[in-house]
């Protein structure tokens, strides 16, 4: 049993390793099919697997690129969400706050709107100068 855990844990270091050529693979191939039915999907699943790995710096860039190449598809609203749950993870709550905002703001009827507006009621107890 041990002698599997360690081949697994050695699989998952050499994942890792190359995550970031895997998803900079799969965001090219999304940009030479940008006009494909599935283009949107595929691109949040790169932003999620960077948020997954903690690279929060790619991950908002590639859900923000989601935003701007595909603003009626239905996964724009998921890519804001995202975007607010990277803020609130890194417990930069006044961005997080700001990102919810926009999040209802700009997709009023999605189904999350009653979790961002539960989320901007807690934030409304903090004072401004915290984070």
Do not use: N
Not at 5 to 16: G, H, Q, R, S, T
Not at 42 to 69: C, H, N, P, W
């Amino acid at each position: 049993m041990l002698r599997k855990l360690f081949y697994l844990a050695i699989i998952i270091a050499i994942c890792f390793s190359f995550y970031r050529q895997i998803l900079v693979k799969a965001q090219e191939y999304v940009d030479q099919h940008a006009q494909e039915e599935w283009a949107p999907k595929i691109q949040l699943y790169i932003g999620k697997v960077y948020s997954f790995a903690r690279d929060y710096v790619q991950a908002e860039k590639t859900f923000q690129m989601l935003r701007k190449k595909y603003p009626k598809s239905k996964y724009a609203s998921k890519a804001q969400w995202m975007i607010a749950s990277i803020y609130e993870t890194k417990e930069d709550y006044l961005r997080a706050k700001a990102e919810y905002e926009k999040f209802i703001k700009d997709y009023p009827t999605d189904e999350y709107v009653r979790k961002a507006d539960d989320k901007l009621r807690i934030y409304s107890l903090f004072k401004e100068d915290q984070k």
